[in-house]
């Protein structure tokens, strides 16, 4: 369906009375419904959406593009069919909603969530409320990088100095020190060692092979070849150039590569710049820039990994300064160590905690909110009688459990919730942030995206709607009021196409006071 847009007419009427419209003729052959600007779903433009190709694209660069949504029967992520370009709707107050997880989302007022009630407005939402985030990510990225890329830009992200332009790396672990090396030989590159401070240094040059000399590396602009023979060309590809440690984020061939080449990054960077808390059975991952531990985040829903982003205090030199710690617990340790390869001294320290942790059940985190107990189709009298309980947490019950008991009674809905693709995320703060520009884009298929590197979040419709004696699309209450006009230029192509009647849309009587002569 070709894009509508409002006659020049129709532009000078809504700006000159926003609120009270008036009919341009009493000839009138379509109807034209414009939704005022920034009553729409707006999100502000730095927000990022999830795309099928693993991509994380800023609303403000989207453009047609096939986004990841949600759909709201299977509960199931999904690719969508192409979406609509995000278009600008002005400046809007907005607020930020920040989850216990670590997520952060920024939106207009109007900008709904999904909750365990249903979909909510951002200024209906209350701190300890849930809203509803990505489990998992089934993505798999089909762009393959070369041999030693990824391994090289997890190392470079975590004990890498690239802020000059040059690659040198710093560690303490004389088993990364001979497996930077290792990578080094095989990339045909030399090292140069140096020991300061009780630290090795190592700084990378060279690298002429034929396997190397020329690559195609994905997300180029025009997909033109790269020359790629040498490390400080590899570090412009991944878009290291000139940063420090706080300006760091996920490269964006790192998304779209395939979930092993991914592992291989993140394993990288967690002996880097990972902890391996014994005590707590707990792995920790540290940064100084908390969007690369969020992209971090959201790269490990690949592997069906949970995780929480945190801030932590820290001295340095006898100053504070703010850092972030990325906290993985419980069963999804186990996951990490499972699909994520940890080079050097940190492996046998995974290894350690592996040894000593019991598994089964024990997942605090990704929990079912109360609520689940009403589509029980017996009551916990009749499942303790069959010996199986369950607490009654204030929050809800644990994932495990809730399957449980879907098998126990054989229960299709508890089944579903049981094993969807939601993890309930706990509403820690709402802040008020003043009036920024922002943008809605619109997925057709089911209306449903993935904003902010996991948060589900719903569209907006088009807001401009043609009519002609019948709706051309579905016009969605949260707009009202529609304004109304009437456009006198009857070789507009408003793209109508087969759909409910107005009077499906208004009571009965109400049609004629919107279409009745005596309006027009």
């Excluded at 790269?226 to 996920?250: E, Y």
């Amino acid at each position: 369906m070709p894009q509508v847009t409002a006659p020049t007419q129709v532009q000078r009427l809504y700006r000159a009375n926003p609120v009270a419209w008036r009919l341009i003729s009493s000839e009138a052959k379509y109807i034209v419904a414009y939704g005022p600007r920034r009553e729409s779903k707006c999100l502000l433009a730095h927000e990022r959406l999830l795309l099928s190709d693993g991509r994380l694209v800023p609303i403000r660069d989207v453009k047609q593009d096939v986004l990841v949504g949600f759909d709201e029967q299977s509960l199931r992520l999904r690719p969508y069919t192409q979406n609509e370009r995000a278009e600008s709707q002005g400046y809007d107050a907005c607020l930020k909603v920040s989850t216990a997880s670590g997520y952060e989302l920024s939106g207009n007022r109007g900008h709904p969530l999904l909750t365990p009630a249903g979909w909510k407005r951002l200024d209906q939402l209350r701190v300890g409320e849930y809203v509803a985030t990505a489990r998992s990510c089934p993505i798999q990225g089909h762009q393959r990088l070369p041999n030693g890329m990824p391994l090289f830009a997890g190392f470079m992200m975590g004990d890498g100095g690239t802020k000059y332009n040059n690659a040198i790396f710093t560690t303490a672990d004389p088993q990364l020190l001979r497996r930077v090396q290792h990578l080094a030989r095989t990339l045909s590159w030399t090292t140069n060692v140096r020991v300061w401070r009780g630290t090795w240094h190592v700084g990378f040059a060279g690298g002429h092979t034929d396997a190397l000399k020329w690559t195609e590396i994905p997300g180029q602009q025009g997909g033109s070849r790269q020359k790629t023979t040498g490390p400080r060309a590899w570090i412009r590809l991944l878009g290291l150039s000139g940063k420090g440690s706080h300006d760091k984020r996920v490269p964006e061939v790192i998304f779209t590569a395939p979930n092993d080449q991914i592992a291989e990054f993140i394993g990288a960077y967690t002996a880097c710049d990972g902890h391996i808390a014994q005590h707590r059975r707990q792995i920790q991952l540290a940064s100084v820039s908390q969007g690369l531990l969020q992209d971090i985040k959201h790269l490990l829903l690949r592997f069906g990994i949970l995780s929480i982003l945190t801030p932590h205090m820290q001295r340095y030199e006898g100053r504070p300064y703010r850092s972030y710690l990325l906290k993985i617990n419980g069963p999804f340790v186990k996951q990490f160590a499972e699909q994520i390869p940890v080079p050097g001294v940190k492996a046998k320290a995974l290894a350690a905690v592996l040894a000593k942790q019991s598994w089964e059940d024990h997942n605090i985190l990704d929990i079912i909110p109360n609520g689940w107990q009403q589509h029980l189709k017996h009551g916990e009298k009749w499942h303790k009688l069959r010996g199986l309980r369950w607490g009654r947490n204030p929050r809800g019950n644990g994932r495990a459990i809730v399957a449980r008991v879907a098998d126990h009674e054989e229960n299709p809905i508890l089944k579903r919730l049981a094993t969807s693709d939601i993890f309930w995320d706990r509403i820690t703060a709402i802040e008020d942030i003043g009036h920024h520009e922002v943008f809605n884009v619109e997925v057709p298929d089911g209306h449903v995206y993935v904003a902010s590197g996991g948060i589900i979040s719903h569209n907006s419709v088009s807001c401009l709607i043609g009519m002609h004696y019948h709706v051309t699309q579905r016009v969605d209450r949260t707009y009202w009021p529609v304004r109304v006009a009437a456009v006198r230029d009857t070789r507009v192509n408003l793209g109508i196409s087969t759909a409910p009647t107005i009077k499906e849309w208004f009571p009965e009587g109400q049609a004629s006071k919107w279409w009745g002569k005596e309006q027009i």
